[in-house]
């Protein structure tokens, strides 16, 4: 048993004695949670693998693109790469073509060169992140790079000595993940400039989304990539120009939609799963293979590759979703498993397409990685999904909940397409609402939104560039959790169907069209009819929660002509932002109950009650409907306490059961 596992049975040990005191005190059931968390994977391996199923099918299904335009087609790769024969460097060549979307001539391009964040400790997302993204640690071997070999015009002209690493960001002049390129000649509106590259990558061991495990090849943010280029209006911008950003320990990706056309050649013994379908059978020839991808309105391209992998596929239509090819290419641990993964994929492309839109798409690709490898586990680019790695031989929900959500993205990241680096939550927390919501209705697991609440012990603005958050913890309880409970904020208060509209309209309405936070509150008051500033300016714009509770319960005998009576005080405050209308119920010692509706506006109110019988409780919003109120235990109290229990033990043991479930929680 590893030291982390010690703490975290001691940790649940401490967390049981507390739901047993709290539960006794009448504090109900905040704490209690349907989840479970995934501890860290260790990196090495050294347990026999599963074997491989004889005659595994090989993917090799020809499609042929669609004609019609989705997008705005800004940027088309022609790429051809090569995976080295022990599956740690690629050697690559493109053919990038830009074409200007602006209504002004530009001078210069610029490159994003994720491979290099791994190049050395001193890179800002090294820097930033500790060598640690979720549950995964870099290790020894997890050093990567992008070398650019060449950079030509398409009649020859090197361009290399104007191409400059640069930091906008944070001025860190050992970081190369982002550079310039001063282009000989401005590019008109409308026109379109093509360059030739030449690459070397060699791959991490795998760590951030990217690199090897064993013969396990996970190829994301792995090409020289063009950043994304905006017009005026998009995201509200009233001037036109460049996004870029370097690559930083929050932050994921944003670029323009355009076209990808990717050879890949590996050894011969290895499947390649990839963005888009192939255009062309599998060509074997001196004991390699080469597989021909093609996706289009897509604005990234990735791609995974093992001798391991067992493949499955199967055709899915349904309303919104007039023909897929789901691919299934799953570590043989998890090949008994086929048909959970199939299931949960379906269900997600059903729901999704019913409540939001059409999948236009013709591939899904989900990527089971192996054990030791989740480091590539749970993450989404177009049309390719990966799973949470095979870590258990034996997995519950998890396995569902990680595919519905990928899936997800091919919504909110992939067809929304927001700002990853600048509005994260657009992307996460739509996503993880939409899982819940997926979760619900296929498989009965309801999420349990007052734990989940509770974990918010560092609410931040929602919008803000992902790398201002000081932690990864803080970035993940803000963008995912945070996120998603503001988005069930609102469904609260307009209901289910409501809500559905308002996502499906704005889905509708900005899918290909990089949305920003503006955008989705403007949906949100054409469908409801009601401005939401006072909303927005609390919960996403602020860091607010929305903590209602009993303050203090003050209970005295009187005479009241002649006959004994209780006087009741009852002091209900508001912490934080306002969520709007709390039901309030006093239970009195004879049964009888008194209930009461506070509009939530003042920081508090008092409530005077004469009765026959003393007041026995009081709770404030007893259905937990203020999904933003991130202490329950404070909801309820009993009359009858002594007076320093009363007034909420202390302010000390509060912060420790919130410590304690925060350390819990990611």
């Not at 940790?11 to 349907?34: E, H, K, P, Y």
């Not at 200007?100 to 001193?122: C, W």
């Amino acid at each position: 048993m590893t030291p982390r596992h010690s703490k975290r049975l001691l940790l649940f040990a401490i967390a049981a004695v507390l739901l047993g005191v709290t539960a006794q005190q009448g504090f109900r059931d905040a704490w209690v949670s349907q989840y479970t968390y995934a501890l860290a994977p260790a990196k090495s391996d050294t347990s026999p693998k599963p074997a491989v199923p004889q005659n595994t099918p090989e993917p090799d299904s020809v499609m042929q693109p669609k004609p019609v335009s989705l997008s705005k087609r800004v940027v088309e790769y022609h790429i051809d790469v090569t995976l080295t024969e022990d599956a740690k460097t690629l050697h690559g060549e493109q053919s990038v073509t830009w074409t200007n979307p602006g209504r002004q001539q530009v001078s210069e391009l610029y490159f994003h060169l994720y491979p290099n964040a791994f190049e050395s400790k001193e890179s800002t997302f090294m820097k930033e992140s500790g060598g640690q993204l979720r549950n995964d640690k870099a290790t020894f071997g997890s050093i990567g790079y992008m070398q650019i070999k060449s950079l030509q015009t398409t009649e020859g002209y090197s361009l290399l000595p104007r191409f400059h690493y640069v930091q906008p960001d944070d001025g860190n002049m050992r970081d190369k993940t982002l550079a310039k390129l001063r282009l000989p000649k401005p590019v008109a509106p409308g026109q379109s400039v093509t360059l030739k590259m030449a690459f070397d990558v060699k791959l991490p061991e795998v760590f951030a989304r990217m690199g090897y495990s064993g013969d396990f090849v996970m190829a994301g943010q792995w090409f020289p990539k063009l950043a994304a280029y905006e017009t005026v209006g998009t995201r509200g911008r009233t001037t036109e120009g460049w996004n870029a950003h370097q690559y930083h320990g929050n932050s994921e990706f944003y670029s323009n939609f355009g076209i990808y056309s990717v050879r890949i050649n590996v050894p011969g013994t290895y499947k390649v799963a990839a963005t888009g379908f192939q255009t062309k059978p599998t060509v074997i020839a001196d004991k390699r293979k080469t597989y021909q991808f093609y996706a289009d309105d897509v604005h990234d391209f990735g791609w995974s590759a093992s001798p391991d992998f067992v493949y499955a596929e199967e055709p899915f239509s349904t309303d919104g979703v007039p023909g897929v090819r789901i691919k299934l290419y799953l570590d043989p641990l998890h090949a008994k498993f086929k048909d959970r993964y199939m299931h949960a994929a379906k269900s997600a492309l059903a729901k999704y397409a019913q409540w939001y839109g059409a999948y236009p798409y013709s591939t899904l690709s989900i990527v089971v990685p192996p054990k030791g490898g989740n480091g590539a586990g749970g993450m989404e680019y177009p049309t390719l999904i990966t799973a949470f790695a095979a870590e258990n031989a034996n997995p519950g929900y998890d396995l569902e909940r990680t595919v519905i959500h990928e899936i997800g993205h091919q919504y909110w990241y992939g067809m929304v397409a927001s700002n990853e680096f600048e509005e994260a939550w657009l992307d996460e927390g739509f996503t993880s609402y939409s899982e819940d919501k997926v979760m619900q209705s296929e498989y009965g697991v309801e999420p349990n939104l007052p734990m989940e609440a509770s974990y918010m012990t560092d609410p931040a603005p929602l919008k803000q560039v992902s790398w201002s958050y000081h932690s990864n913890n803080s970035y993940a309880e803000n963008v995912y959790m945070r996120a998603k409970l503001v988005l069930f904020g609102i469904e609260k208060q307009v209901g289910a169907k409501t809500m559905s509209k308002i996502m499906r309209t704005y889905f509708q309405k900005y899918k290909f069209k990089h949305p920003s936070t503006a955008d989705f509150q403007r949906v949100v008051e054409q469908v409801t009819k009601t401005k939401w500033n006072d909303y927005f300016s609390q919960f996403v714009y602020g860091n607010q929660m929305s903590d209602y509770s009993v303050e203090s319960i003050h209970v005295r005998p009187v005479i009241q002509n002649g006959v004994k009576q209780y006087e009741s005080v009852v002091l209900i405050r508001r912490q934080g932002g306002s969520f709007g209308p709390a039901p309030i119920i006093f239970q009195f010692a004879d049964g009888t109950t008194m209930p009461r509706v506070w509009n939530g506006q003042e920081t508090h109110i008092q409530y005077k009650m004469v009765s026959a019988s003393p007041l026995v409780w009081a709770v404030v919003d007893p259905q937990n409907n203020n999904v933003l109120d991130n202490k329950h235990i404070n909801n309820f109290m009993k009359a009858e306490l002594p007076e320093k229990t009363r007034t909420r033990w202390s302010v000390g043991f509060t912060k420790l059961i919130e410590g304690l479930f925060a350390s819990l929680a990611w």
